[in-house]
């Protein structure tokens, strides 16, 4: 039970409640928690079940995700959040990613992916849609300021960026948990992590979502 990951779903709609209790089940290494069918209930679950992941839906019937990740990002900072919805519009996803959602998952995702994508997330990973990041590189508003250039100009800007830097950050960017970092460059855990925390100071951004964020916005991947 201890080594389970605890997670709590935030989702108005029964049926997909049902499919997603049923499918962290059968793989047994996430436990559902916590359910909760509207924002409001979602926020006070989450509070006091403190798991490690919440599943949140957009279009709640009482108040949205986007405000529920208002809440809890005071209320319980260590929460992974991952947004599950079908919603596509740019204001939601910049909003989302502003208030620290580390993931922005569609409802279309394939099963095994979504429970790949929870096990990440709990490691410290962010994942955005392929979808989500086409939208996010060509916005011209929210989270980094609008304009993109060229991987040599974000270099060129971000001088104070290690060669080394640049490689955690572009896995940073794959969705690369700091263990899975530690891994393909052959370093310790505890280095990944230092590597990630200077880049997140030396790009000026609050953590390592708004990092990836920024590198994509502006040009790198």
């Keep these: ?4 990951i605890r997670l709590v779903l935030v989702e108005d709609h029964k049926l ?4 997603l209790k049923s499918l962290f089940e059968k793989h047994g290494e996430i436990i559902v928690v916590g359910e909760a069918e509207n924002g409001k209930s979602g926020i006070e679950k989450i509070k006091s079940q403190k ?12 108040i949205s995700g986007v405000e529920v990740l208002k809440e809890i990002t ?3 900072p260590d929460v992974k959040t991952i947004i599950l919805t079908s919603h ?3 204001n939601e996803i910049l909003e989302c990613l502003k ?3 580390n993931a ?7 099963d095994e992916m979504l429970v790949s994508i929870v096990k990440s997330v709990k490691d410290g990973a962010m994942w955005l849609d392929p979808k989500v990041v086409d939208i996010v590189r060509n916005s011209s508003c929210g989270i980094m300021p609008a304009k993109t250039t060229s991987r040599a100009s974000f270099k060129a800007q971000h001088a104070n960026l290690t060669e080394r830097e640049y490689e955690v950050l572009k896995l940073l960017v794959d969705g690369k948990s700091n263990s899975q970092i530690a891994e393909i460059l052959s370093i310790s855990e505890h ?7 200077n880049i997140i100071q030396k790009l000026v951004v609050d953590d390592r979502t708004q990092a990836a964020v920024k590198a994509i916005r502006e040009g790198l991947v």
């Design 1 to 4: 039970m201890n080594n389970k």
């Design 16 to 19: 997909l409640c049902v499919g």
């Design 51 to 62: 798991p490690d992941v919440a599943i949140i839906d957009i279009g709640l019937p009482d």
């Design 74 to 76: 005071n209320e319980a």
């Design 88 to 90: 596509m519009k740019e």
């Design 99 to 101: 208030y620290g959602a």
């Design 104 to 110: 922005y998952v569609l409802k279309d995702i394939a």
């Design 191 to 197: 280095t990944s992590k230092a590597h990630v925390c």
